[in-house]
């Protein structure tokens, strides 16, 4: 068996797993945009990775914008795009800083859907993240982020398996997430990737730290970013049905928009 490490560097394995859910998340996507958002075609991902979402974006005559930090991933993402016949911008940026001039204001809707924002590993970290990409939106855009919350309460660790395919070599995918270190508000996770198929049999292990939110962490630190949570809904992108505010679900993805501002003192409405 040949061992490898970072999942990200081998973007086609990545895409097997995680590629079935995309035609369903774009779905989700529009439906939210014309529901809570502006119905304009100009949308943005965050940390878009191997572009699965930003390639299906393409097909439906969206603007796509997308960045990522992952070299890789973003090479595989411009591969399976054609840039000059779509709307699509990539580019090479973190997170905690992607604000550029030409998009300020630009963008209906801006989403991140599997845990990606749970990379940000400090508060500081992802309140950057939140406010360059407020200030990427449309006042009436929208930021659909989806996360698992922690149960800080938990012992044991939790385990996700999924199998895919791709051409003749079978893609088996296991990630852990170790409990949670409440004090430093982080979590442990694994990720192991077995590839068998003809002449092959691989062993692609990564490991990476997660923040850890709880419903006031979250709630905290979207405030302090100068967004207001228009609904939840769960991973099962059930648009009909969004979740109570008491759920105790975990899966959240929130539709964000900017706050209106505050009006200022001696503006009508103002102090
Ligand atoms: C779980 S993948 C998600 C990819 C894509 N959004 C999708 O749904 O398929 C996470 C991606 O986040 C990227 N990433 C992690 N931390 C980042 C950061 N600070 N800035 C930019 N990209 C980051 C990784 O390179 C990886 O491509």
Redesign the pocket.
């Known amino acids: 068996m040949k061992r490898l490490q970072d999942w ?1 560097q081998h973007p086609k394995y990545y895409d097997a797993i ?1 590629g079935d859910d995309t035609v369903g998340e774009m779905d989700f996507l529009l439906a939210l945009n014309r529901r809570f958002g502006t119905s304009g075609r100009c949308f943005l ?1 965050p ?4 572009g ?2 930003i390639a299906e974006g393409t097909r439906r005559g969206l603007r796509m914008v997308g ?4 070299r890789e ?1 973003l090479a595989h993402a411009r591969s399976r795009i054609s840039l000059a016949e779509y709307r699509v911008h990539l580019y090479h ?4 800083s992607f604000a550029p001039a030409e998009w300020r204001g630009e963008v209906d809707l801006a989403y ?3 845990s ?1 924002f749970r ?2 590993d400090t508060e500081q970290a992802a309140l950057r993240h939140l406010r360059c990409t407020k200030a990427l939106l449309k006042p009436d855009g929208l930021y659909v982020l989806g996360f698992d919350l922690t149960d800080y309460a938990r012992t044991k660790c939790e385990h996700e398996r999924w199998i895919g395919k791709i051409g003749r070599d079978r893609v088996v995918c296991n990630t852990r997430e170790w409990p949670p270190d409440r004090g430093r508000r982080r979590a442990r996770m694994r990720n192991r990737l077995r590839i068998t198929g003809p002449g092959k049999d691989w062993l692609i292990e990564t490991e990476w730290i997660f923040r850890t939110y709880h419903d006031g962490q979250i709630d905290a630190l979207l405030a302090r970013a100068g967004f207001e949570t228009l609904a939840v809904f769960g991973f099962d992108h059930q648009i009909d049905r969004p979740l109570p505010t008491d759920t105790d679900r975990l899966d959240r993805i929130f539709v964000l928009r900017p706050a209106p501002r505050a009006p200022a003192a001696g503006q009508p409405g103002g102090p």
């Open positions: 990200y995680f991902e940390a878009c990775g191997a699965r979402l960045y990522d930090w992952s991933m940026a973190r997170m905690e991140s859907l599997v990606t990379y940000l």
